[in-house]
């Protein structure tokens, strides 16, 4: 897997905007669309029907999915990085239907640290997302 983000646009963010000041749940939104396009480029190749793309690509995005790659990414993780992955949990808030609370607020909590890498440092970003173990393409 590329360590780099040629398909992703650069992040835009205001200046005068500090990141701080950026809800948690803001950056979550954010990190979803990051990560769900990072999963599809992960399994664009080789070629397939739309609903095998789907299929592959709605395994990793799921809540369960994503609580397992916070997990793995843990110890590689910074003070400042644990501190988003808290400010994520606490902003999941709400009764998630399909999911327990715990395995919500962790995928919740990658989301915010991803959301909040791609607005402050793309490469350590592509270095964490190059870290998860995704299942082989079919």
């Known amino acids: ?16 905007t500090p990141i701080q000041q ?5 950056l979550a939104y954010l990190g979803d669309a990051v990560y769900e396009l990072y999963i599809r480029r992960a399994y664009l190749m080789p070629p ?3 609903q095998a793309y789907h299929n592959q690509v709605v395994a990793q995005v ?3 999915r994503q609580a397992d790659h916070l997990r793995s990414l843990l110890p590689l ?19 998630p239907k399909r999911v327990e609370l ?3 607020q962790q995928a919740t909590s990658l989301e915010t640290l991803i959301g909040y890498l791609y607005l402050t ?5 592509a270095h964490l997302l190059a870290q998860l173990e995704l299942e082989p393409s079919a």
């Open 62 to 64: 799921r809540a369960e």
């Open 121 to 125: 440092d793309l490469q350590r970003l």
């Open 48 to 50: 397939k029907r739309l």
């Open 77 to 95: 993780l910074t003070e400042p990085e644990l501190e988003i992955l808290k400010r994520g949990r606490n902003a999941a808030t709400g009764h």
């Open 1 to 16: 897997m590329q360590s780099e983000f040629p398909l992703l646009l650069p992040p835009v963010i205001l200046p005068d």
């Open 102 to 104: 715990n395995v919500y």
């Open 22 to 26: 950026v809800a948690p749940a803001a």
